[in-house]
């Protein structure tokens, strides 16, 4: 089994579901997961993780984002976007500064309602599902950040926008909230994801180059299932997600006690006397192998597991 963290290039036509479905016919193995959902018409990066990096998943999806928008004034969908059924036209009447304006209003908190055509799920029904039967519900505001809006071409009635933000924003949202702003209305006509976390565009891999690469590679490998040691180039380690955090190798005579998942003691590792300023650690094995991330508790004097990745 694979285990470790792609950066998927999504291009447009793909759910991030059949992101995750091509990746298990390529790779042939079950044990995959993504990181947060992007529209259908969104491009852009995915990580995604494999086998025991799946525990990755919900650290990925709440890490910031930066994205690159089209924002269209004068035209309101239901869906937020270009591809929704058009409720609503108007004319653009803002100027170029009045536009700038009322964009840089929204950096900073603000509520967000989550959309109707979205997978946020309300009495356990999806709202996508519920918009696409017609009905319409109550949601409540969430507070989202959004760190920077850098206004990159204005081009009446279009605005090219690069938005870097929490987790939990909607893009098309915000695209109409700065429309209805404007007295215009407005939607989203493109999206690009340009980052999560440290993932960057730059980095990202192709469905078809991923597949070419492990066909590559299947056809040296002799014997067995590949490895992460076999697709280097593109899968990351699990590890490779933490390296902000200061890492810890607990001794070999305590090995049995880390592998059964016992609270740390700082004198079991090699390095401990440096470690105390930091509340989370990384922690490897005496054979550099990467087991989980921890936490040191004052109240007990010890180190516990946050999130376990060896098995």
């Not at 929704?84 to 509520?111: D, H, L, M, P």
Request: aromatic share 8%; hydrophobic share 35%.
């Amino acid at each position: 089994m694979i285990n470790g963290i792609i950066n998927v290039y999504k291009e447009k036509g793909y759910t991030s579901h059949d992101v995750v479905a091509k990746l298990r016919g390529i790779l042939k193995q079950k044990k995959i997961g993504h990181t947060g959902t992007l529209d259908p018409d969104a491009e852009g990066v995915l990580p995604v993780c494999l086998g025991k990096a799946t525990r990755v998943c919900d650290l990925l999806a709440d890490k910031d984002k930066e994205y690159q928008a089209v924002l269209l004034l004068g035209k309101v969908t239901d869906t937020q976007d270009i591809t929704g059924t058009v409720v609503r036209e108007s004319s653009v009447e803002c100027s170029k500064e009045e536009i700038q304006k009322i964009i840089a209003g929204f950096v900073g908190e603000y509520a967000q309602i989550p959309p109707m055509y979205s997978a946020l799920k309300v009495n356990g029904k999806k709202l996508c599902d519920l918009a696409r039967a017609g009905v319409e519900v109550e949601r409540s505001p969430r507070l989202v950040q959004i760190y920077s809006i850098d206004v990159q071409k204005i081009a009446l009635p279009r605005v090219w926008l690069k938005v870097h933000c929490s987790k939990g924003t909607y893009i098309r949202t915000l695209c109409q909230d700065i429309g209805e702003s404007a007295g215009c209305g407005g939607c989203m006509e493109s999206l690009l994801r340009t980052r999560v976390a440290d993932f960057e565009l730059k980095d990202a891999y192709r469905l078809a180059e991923i597949e070419a690469q492990v066909l590559a590679a299947r056809s040296e490998h002799s014997q067995g299932e590949l490895t992460r040691d076999d697709l280097t180039q593109f899968v990351k380690a699990t590890d490779s997600v933490f390296l902000q955090y200061p890492k810890l190798c607990v001794e070999e005579k305590f090995s049995r006690l880390l592998y059964n998942g016992n609270p740390l003691q700082p004198q079991w590792m090699s390095d401990w006397q440096h470690f105390y300023q930091h509340t989370i650690l990384r922690v490897y094995d005496h054979k550099q192998v990467f087991v989980g991330i921890y936490q040191w508790k004052e109240a007990s004097r010890d180190i516990r597991p946050i999130k376990i990745f060896m098995e």
